[in-house]
T-cell receptor, first 114, second 117 residues
């Protein structure tokens, strides 16, 4: 059972445009929602993360929007650049003490064209 | 910030031999470490979760005797692929989590590309 659904599978955006990736989760116990960026041949790198006590978090050009009632969260990349071309994974976990694992979405391959 | 060092980054081995991959948390104590396998153009698949000083918990379908995990200290976990075969060729990634009370999330290593010939 896939607990985190991510869409779209691939995304092509023009340079300077806004990239939007969406995720939906099922487990209401999740209370930590990170986004990871992965380049080919590298491990995932944390981009930005949010807890349910806020509905939006912004770090530079990256913004997470979180809708607890809908059990959805999204990543917005403003002023997308060719260097942002990578695969993006959303994930969810329980934040509390314990060996809680991350549940990943299937990933979105973003291509930013000049 | 939290840094996880994973090595080797690439390894080629002959079929039937064993390969060890190391994962170290450099600037924090990792209460829990995770090992993932990633196939091309796919998401990360959790193989096992390990806590320092205790046996690893393997996900369903992962062979414990083939993928040996040792978490001997709070900063080091190793994955040994025993009697490797070509079908074990893959991208292996470790992740470490520090103390939640200190605000640590999940930090990933840079991955190991294993090719079995």
């Amino acid at each position: 059972q896939q607990q985190v659904k991510q869409s779209p599978q691939s995304l092509i955006v023009q340079k300077g445009g806004i990239s939007i990736i969406n995720c939906a989760y099922e487990n209401t116990a999740f209370d930590y929602f990170p986004w990871y960026q992965q380049f080919p041949g590298k491990g995932p790198a944390l981009l930005i993360a949010i807890r349910p006590d806020v509905s939006e978090k912004k770090e530079g050009r990256f913004t997470i929007s979180f809708n607890k009632s809908a059990k959805q969260f999204s990543l917005h990349i403003m002023d997308s650049q060719p260097g942002d071309s990578a695969t993006y994974f959303c994930a969810a976990s329980v934040w509390g003490a314990g060996s809680y694992q991350l549940t990943f979405g299937k990933g979105t391959k973003l291509s930013v064209i000049p | 910030g939290a840094v996880v060092s994973q090595h080797p980054s690439r390894v080629i081995c002959k079929s039937g031999t064993s390969v060890k991959i190391e994962c170290r948390s450099l600037d924090f104590q990792a209460t829990t470490m995770f090992w993932y396998r990633q196939f091309p153009k796919q998401s990360l698949m959790l193989m096992a979760t390990s806590n320092e000083g205790s046996k690893a918990t393997y996900e369903q379908g992962v062979e414990k005797d083939k993928f040996l995990i040792n978490h001997a200290s709070l900063t080091l976990s190793t994955l040994t692929v025993t009697s490797a075969h070509p079908e074990d060729s893959s991208f292996y990634i470790c992740s470490a989590r520090g103390p939640q009370g200190a605000g640590y999330g999940y930090t990933f290593g840079s991955g190991t590309r294993l090719t079995v010939v």
